[in-house]
T-cell receptor
Framework: DADVTQTPRNRITKTGKRIMLECSQTKGHDRMYWYRQDPGLGLRLIYY???????NKGEISDGYSVSRQAQAKFSLSLESAIPNQTALYFCATSDSDITGELFFGEGSRLTVL | DQQVKQNSPSLSVQEGRISILNCDYT??????FLWYKKYPAEGPTFLIS?????DKNEDGRFTVFLNKSAKHLSLHIVPSQPGDSAVYFCAASANAGGTSYGKLTFGQGTILTVHP
């Protein structure tokens, strides 16, 4: 089983719908992240959390919200999806003692029509 | 404003030869650099990293070189193997104060194809 699990892996939805992407990890890491990948732009940070009580905005947080339900769970919500949120979304974790190394999930491909 | 740039979208190399992937950055606060490899339908996986206090780091077939004055880093793969075919992302972080671990700024990625 994967250490960082994302659900759903693929989702097609319509403009205006609320969508939640979920992430769970078994690595025991405190830090969790949501990144978005777009062609030609690499990965960009949406939100990050250093522990259950700590939530921070990343580079592109507008239109997104997150919830850290437990150390192992970090979900990303699109309250009202729009077509330019069509992208590949990655959840990642890191150990605070290791500089910068992230462990990624397999990704959630979201299409907003 | 793209603070980390990989100007070559793709690179094609013959098996056994050297692959050189390049990355440029503009933010002088970046002090830690990483390379990730990504296969289709998988998440990126960490490959190798380098701190700004070094100019070279080696791990088996993979070597990363950092030129701080030029704000340039490169990843060398020698010898290249067909299994190295993937998208390679460089990433950077500014870790002053110890609060930025994991807050990576990524380049656009370079697709490496190694031909048998």
């Amino acid at each position: 089983d994967a250490d960082v699990t994302q659900t759903p892996r693929n989702r097609i939805t319509k403009t205006g719908k609320r969508i939640m992407l979920e992430c769970s990890q078994t690595k025991g890491h405190d830090r969790m992240y949501w990144y978005r990948q777009d062609p030609g732009l690499g990965l960009r940070l949406i939100y990050y959390s250093f522990d259950v009580k700590d939530i921070n905005k990343g580079e592109i947080s507008d239109g997104y919200s997150v919830s850290r339900q437990a150390q192992a769970k970090f979900s990303l919500s699109l309250e009202s999806a729009i077509p330019n949120q069509t992208a590949l979304y990655f959840c990642a974790t890191s150990d605070s003692d290791i500089t910068g190394e992230l462990f990624f999930g397999e990704g959630s491909r979201l299409t907003v029509l | 404003d793209q603070q980390v740039k990989q100007n070559s979208p793709s690179l094609s190399v013959q098996e056994g030869r050297i692959s050189i992937l390049n990355c440029d950055y503009t933010n002088s606060m970046f002090d830690y650099f990483l390379w990730y490899k990504k296969y289709p339908a998988e998440g990126p996986t960490f490959l190798i990293s380098i701190s700004s206090i070094k100019d070279k780091n080696e791990d088996g077939r993979f070597t990363v070189f950092l030129n701080k004055s030029a704000k340039h880093l490169s990843l060398h793969i020698v010898p290249s193997q067909p299994g190295d075919s993937a998208v390679y992302f460089c990433a950077a972080s500014a870790n002053a104060g110890g609060t930025s671990y994991g807050k990576l700024t990524f380049g656009q990625g370079t697709i490496l194809t190694v031909h048998p």
